[in-house]
């Protein structure tokens, strides 16, 4: 039995059918692949962190999950859970739907989705130059793994799991009392 080849599209061919689709695509290398919905908690998680984020960055733009990030490297068109960008936004090919340089990109996870986020998303988000800090936060547990750019170019990783930890993030911090009041 002959197989049908498989169908690859180009990035803009991607966002062609993403903008007119009634629901959210992510682009894996000419491969698009529809995205399930979250659970409550992970939208109040991910609510939760952006308007954190947004009272304390004040010098910076704090971004929902409804912006794509393209990560060029790996062409790869992503929705992190929230984005930051301190300094003037990089659009792909002038779309303003598609941000090229984060500063900080936040994922909640769920059982079924943590060793994407935590693992191959998280190396490819690393691969991005202006990026600094990913923030990967468990909906389930009260649980923050942090990982920050060093001058060298390295990254350090940090995992938070007591409910009295402070997390740096950027130039400010979040407690677990915030992130999880009445989640966990």
Same mark, same amino acid.
């Given at each position: 039995?002959?197989? #049908?080849?498989?169908?690859r599209?180009?990035?803009?061919?991607?966002l062609?059918?993403?903008?007119?689709?009634?629901?959210k695509?992510?682009?894996?290398?000419?491969?698009?692949?529809?995205?399930?919905?979250?659970?409550?908690p992970?939208?109040?998680?991910?609510?939760?962190?952006?308007?954190l984020?947004?009272?304390?960055?004040?010098?910076?733009r704090?971004?929902?999950?409804?912006?794509?990030?393209?990560?060029?490297?790996?062409?790869?068109?992503?929705?992190?859970d929230?984005?930051?960008?301190?300094?003037?936004?990089?659009?792909?090919?002038? #779309?303003?739907d598609?941000i090229?340089?984060?500063?900080?990109?936040?994922?909640v996870?769920s059982p079924?989705?943590?060793?994407?986020?935590?693992?191959?998303?998280?190396?490819?988000?690393?691969?991005?130059?202006?990026? #600094?800090?990913?923030?990967?936060?468990?909906?389930?547990?009260v649980?923050?793994?942090?990982?920050?750019?060093?001058g060298d170019?390295?990254?350090t990783?940090?995992q938070?799991?007591?409910?009295?930890?402070r997390?740096?993030?950027?130039?400010?911090?979040?407690?677990?009392?915030?992130?999880?009041?009445g989640?966990?």
């Amino acid at each position: 039995m002959a197989t #049908q080849p498989q169908v690859r599209f180009s990035f803009l061919e991607y966002l062609d059918l993403e903008r007119s689709a009634d629901y959210k695509s992510e682009f894996h290398n000419g491969q698009i692949h529809a995205m399930s919905g979250g659970t409550e908690p992970h939208s109040r998680l991910s609510s939760r962190i952006g308007a954190l984020l947004n009272l304390r960055l004040s010098d910076c733009r704090v971004y929902d999950s409804n912006l794509k990030l393209y990560i060029e490297q790996f062409d790869k068109g992503v929705y992190p859970d929230c984005m930051v960008l301190c300094g003037l936004p990089h659009f792909w090919n002038g #779309q303003s739907d598609v941000i090229l340089n984060p500063s900080l990109v936040v994922e909640v996870f769920s059982p079924s989705s943590e060793r994407y986020d935590r693992g191959e998303k998280a190396s490819y988000y690393r691969s991005i130059p202006s990026l #600094q800090e990913i923030l990967i936060i468990s909906q389930d547990q009260v649980f923050v793994e942090r990982s920050k750019r060093q001058g060298d170019s390295t990254w350090t990783l940090v995992q938070y799991t007591s409910r009295h930890e402070r997390i740096p993030v950027l130039n400010s911090e979040l407690t677990f009392q915030e992130i999880y009041a009445g989640i966990l």
